[in-house]
């Protein structure tokens, strides 16, 4: 039921799903050994909460201009610059010990992202009709959490497999020729329609009403989520001793299923509408944020852990989908920057609190991420339980 709606796309949608793919592997190696790697070089949870936010304020910062900034120079060449700019953000990284310059790093990737994730997304949506929008997100996002898994599970058994003196830089080192790949892909992207795309963007009192609505329920998520998620792997290692391979396995499978369930996802849209699958998946995952801190070994904190992320993240292709059904093609780019801008400035605050309390109790930042998120859920569902499509 529905399946064949996967069948059809374009030659560019194709790519940009490939894309997808390699961004999600590459970044998954990265952003998981990154804290042991500062780890490994003397740093904390307070330094990687300044490491954190700073990317976010940097990423929030340019997502107030992003979408008007990709509009006007061209969603692939947008997502060009964006794809560089994390090449020379992670050389950075891994040539480097001073903090100093992991910082000037993280200002970068902040940009990076900033024009990134709006761009793609525009690039996508333009490549399909309204009807099969929801399947086209819904296979990037697949097909990158399947990359994403990989990455998991590579970065969870490289540093034992790479002789080196600092294995997780050397991990890092072999990640960076996946960036160059990205590259490759993209400089086959024709994408002619974007030319289509009005240069000039009147955002009207209706449309940053809506762009508001959006943003209220990703704000609370993002602040929950910067309290702990980006903590995760410490986490484990510090409460439980639990190894590196041992994480990084947990992480992959919990992606891998994600990204195969993520299919079933338009699915679950028509048969019982947006609003209601986003809000029952995110429902439930907000309670099991909440018992994981009484978890008394690490098995069953990771089944917790693997459900809770799992059931908050296979609904993201609907969150993106839905919102994008309600704005015009030259909308697009700018209101995902927009909505993304509100998440992100939550999410670096949280990076913060988040470092900040971890160093004093192992327990309080999930009572905080589970009560944010319960909220995301009222305003998202007060705001737009009226406009089901299924």
């Given at each position: ?6 069948k ?16 999600w592997?590459?970044?998954s ?18 330094d ?7 990317e976010?304020?940097?990423n ?10 990709s509009?006007?120079?061209?969603h ?5 610059l ?5 090449f020379l953000?992670?050389a ?31 690039l ?10 929801d ?9 990158g ?13 490289l540093p034992?497999?790479?002789?080196s ?9 072999i990640?960076?020729i ?12 024709r ?5 289509k795309?009005?240069?000039?963007l ?8 809506k ?23 410490l986490?484990?290692?510090v ?35 947006s609003?209601?699958t ?6 439930t ?14 098995s ?13 993240n ?9 919102m ?32 900040q309390?971890?160093?004093y ?13 319960a ?9 737009f339980?009226?406009?089901?499509r299924?």
């Amino acid at each position: 039921m529905g399946l064949e709606k996967y069948k059809g796309f374009s030659r560019d949608a194709k790519l940009l799903v490939i894309f997808s793919f390699t961004s999600w592997l590459v970044n998954s190696i990265i952003s998981f050994i990154f804290p042991f790697y500062l780890r490994s070089l003397g740093y904390g949870f307070s330094d990687l909460g300044k490491l954190f936010s700073t990317e976010t304020f940097f990423n929030a910062l340019l997502l107030l201009i992003s979408g008007r900034v990709s509009d006007r120079i061209g969603h692939k060449k947008a997502l060009l610059l964006s794809t560089f700019l994390v090449f020379l953000s992670r050389a950075i990284q891994v040539s480097t010990i001073e903090f100093e310059l992991f910082m000037i790093a993280s200002a970068i990737l902040g940009f990076s992202s900033a024009l990134g994730w709006p761009s793609l997304s525009a690039l996508l949506s333009e490549e399909v009709s309204d009807e099969k929008r929801d399947y086209i997100f819904s296979l990037s996002f697949a097909v990158g959490t399947i990359g994403g898994a990989l990455g998991m599970f590579f970065a969870g058994i490289l540093p034992d497999l790479v002789d080196s003196a600092n294995p997780y830089r050397k991990t890092m080192l072999i990640a960076l020729i996946g960036i160059s790949a990205q590259i490759f892909i993209l400089s086959l992207v024709r994408v002619v329609k974007e030319e289509k795309i009005s240069k000039r963007l009147k955002l009207e009192r209706g449309t940053l009403i809506k762009i508001l609505k959006f943003s209220v329920p990703s704000a609370l998520i993002g602040l929950g989520a910067g309290v702990t998620i980006p903590y995760m792997q410490l986490y484990f290692n510090v409460r439980f001793g639990t190894s590196l391979a041992s994480i990084g396995s947990l992480f992959a499978i919990q992606q891998l299923v994600m990204g195969v369930g993520m299919f079933s996802m338009p699915i679950f849209a028509e048969r019982y509408g947006s609003v209601k699958t986003i809000v029952g998946f995110n429902g439930t995952a907000t309670g099991l944020i909440i018992t994981l801190p009484f978890s008394p070994s690490f098995s069953i904190a990771a089944l917790i852990y693997t459900i809770r992320t799992i059931l908050m993240n296979i609904v993201n292709p609907l969150w993106d989908s839905f919102m994008l059904g309600f704005f015009k093609s030259e909308e697009r780019a700018t209101a995902i920057a927009l909505r993304s801008f509100a998440w992100t400035v939550t999410f670096g605050v949280g990076n913060y609190i988040g470092g900040q309390i971890f160093e004093y109790s192992l327990s309080m930042p999930f009572f905080i991420t589970g009560t944010l998120y319960a909220l995301s859920m009222l305003s998202f569902w007060f705001f737009f339980r009226k406009y089901e499509r299924g």
